[in-house]
């Protein structure tokens, strides 16, 4: 039998999955678009959930050494009054594992580090892909063609597998722009594994420490779908959220301008099926999201492991693919809609219904106890 395995994409989802592909005896060829591996990208949040997958990967004491423990996160207003508190340390004594920040460079070098019998191929764009009943044949721009057993499309929100299989599919515009960045701007709180986010009119600015000498940040600004101001200074940024309190001003001003991103925030209308023959959509190819739950990076780690188990388990890929929807197609979905419906919720503009929302926050029940909550982040493999 061919065990060989295409997997397209060389970003978290298809290092992950070439990991334990490997595991359950796969030989697999990642074939990347760009020319090396990404080293940007700024920082994410790793909640319990995704830890708890990296412990079945085997990397989780790696994975805390190359992050930050994130003890608390605080909802607050713009002027820094506090409206909801999550207390992580307590949360990871019940979920078993720890929510971290990291640096995604560190990640995408600790899973590639990792992979002992994967070759990743740079420069490859996928053209083509030709289906039989026994292989997937890939054709790519440079003339080169590969056969494997299956195919993965692990190549992002712009998967170019899903557009070769589903045609027809809908980037949903989320009527906001964010900017990311790392800063070497730190404090008590950040040294403490302390994360916020503040809320203003129509505007965010979050923070997570990744280290104990760098946070990353991110912000976001409700924006039309076809502005494009181009680069906008670090001077810019700062008067964008001048209404916001200290430390943000800060965290701005210790930011290199290169190390500055913007993107326009798009998620993935919930597809019908993420598989087509023996080709099989995986992270953001299948179920890209808006980064309100920080769930993206989270749910492309949970594919991996499952999608290998569920491989192990089964004697036919055809099987397998079947059981792998059925298994995450409904969590996945929850977690798409609740993280855009979350967006619309905190982008308000208003000033009357911003405070409405507020006053909700500081009312609603305590995290612990917030069953959606719960559901997202505690999940267990």
Known sequence: ?????????????????????????????????????????????????????????????????????????????????????MPLNDLATQYGTHTVGILRANLHHLLSSKLKQTEI?????????????????ARFANGHVDTGEFLVGADGSNSAVRKKIFPINTLRFSGYEAWRGISTYTNHNTKCGKAFEAWGNGRRFGVIPVSDSLVYWFATRNTTENRDEGEVS?????????????????????????????????????????????????????????PNLGQGACMALEDAVILAQTLAENKSVSQSFKIFEETRMDR???????????????????????EVRNILVRLSPSIQRNSSFERIIGHKI
């Open 1 to 85: 039998m061919n065990k060989s395995v295409l997997i397209i994409g060389a970003g978290i989802s298809g290092l992950a999955c070439a990991l334990m592909l490997e595991k359950i005896g796969y030989t697999p060829v990642i074939y990347e678009k760009s020319n090396c591996l990404r080293n940007g990208g700024g920082g994410l949040t790793l909640w319990s959930n995704a830890t708890d997958a990296i412990q079945s990967m085997g990397l989780l004491e790696e994975i805390y050494q190359n992050s930050k423990i994130i003890s608390e996160s605080t909802i607050q207003t713009s002027s820094g009054k506090t409206l909801a508190k």
């Open 121 to 137: 191929k740079f420069g490859y764009e996928l053209v083509d892909l030709e289906k039989t009943n026994k292989e997937v044949i």
């Open 332 to 354: 996945v979905k929850f977690i798409v809609n609740r993280s855009w419906l979350l967006g619309r919720f905190v982008q308000i503009e208003s000033k009357l219904f911003c």
């Open 234 to 290: 670090k001077e810019q940024l700062i008067d964008i959220f001048r209404e916001f309190a200290e430390p943000v001003p800060s965290i701005i001003k210790f930011t290199e301008e290169k190390d500055i991103t913007r993107k326009v925030i798009y998620d993935l209308k919930p597809l019908q099926n993420w598989s087509k023959g023996r080709v099989m959509l995986i992270g953001d190819a299948a179920h890209a999201t808006t």
